[in-house]
């Protein structure tokens, strides 16, 4: 294949699919309505169009031509609806998406589209952020971080995430290259913070990507 090639389009939606297709489905067989496939490729193709969210995606695909390019850009056999593409999601381990990184990554390397994000010595600058996509006062789960206000006696469940890209000044785009969840383990007892997951994360990537490191 020729080196960019690895960067089109399609090579990149397939490699999504061929790993989405290994993810294990705890799920009973005969209760599965859509395959964990076709919910990642779903969300997938929801952040390509860049929905603002599930429902507008959901809306958006309304219009047969948009239920079209679903089945047939990004490979979707059935399009699951918004609450079971939700739950379906929710149930997949985040690590399950690592494999993904390192695959995007070897494609950038093959185009030797790396070497202008060096920065000095032909080191990275690797720039790692927090966010958080989830919060509730109501809803909450085992892996969820619980912040209880001193002043209202109110707790809050969130879920956050730490990402790290590489970065380069000169650069407008960046490159993500792994993501860790800041989250609660089931039974402990301890919160989880930022700190140490971005401990993990580190392990993560020097596990990863062990030549980086000089
Ligand atoms: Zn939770």
């Known amino acids: 294949m020729q080196p960019k090639k690895h960067l ?3 090579n990149l939606r397939k490699t999504i699919s061929e790993r989405a297709l290994h993810i294990e489905d705890p799920r009973r067989e005969g209760s599965v309505a859509h395959s964990i496939h076709d919910c990642c490729l779903s969300g997938f193709a929801m952040m390509f169009f860049q929905d603002p969210s599930i429902l507008a995606f959901q809306r958006r695909l309304q219009d047969d031509g948009h239920k079209n390019n679903l089945q047939t850009i990004f ?20 690590s399950s998406f ?10 950038l390397q093959r185009a030797n589209q790396l070497k202008k994000f060096q920065f000095f010595k032909k080191q990275y600058l690797i720039s790692i952020d927090g ?3 989830f919060t ?24 956050q995430f730490l990402g790290a890209s590489i970065v380069h000044p000169d650069q407008r ?5 792994a993501q860790e969840p800041i989250q609660n383990t089931d039974g402990s007892t301890k919160q989880d913070y930022e700190r140490n997951a971005g401990k993990r994360l580190i392990q993560k990537i020097r596990k990863t ?5 000089d």
């Open 8 to 10: 089109s389009f399609s």
């Open 75 to 94: 490979g979707v056999g059935s399009i699951p609806k918004a609450t079971q593409l939700r739950d379906v999601i929710d149930m997949i381990p985040s």
């Open 98 to 107: 690592d494999p993904i990184f390192s695959d995007f990554f070897s494609f």
């Open 131 to 133: 966010t958080q996509y």
């Open 136 to 159: 509730s006062e109501n809803l909450s789960c085992s892996g969820c971080l619980e912040k209880t206000s001193r002043k209202t006696g109110k707790t809050t469940y969130s879920h």
């Open 173 to 177: 785009q960046v490159i993500s290259l």
């Open 209 to 213: 990507h062990p030549k980086l490191r």
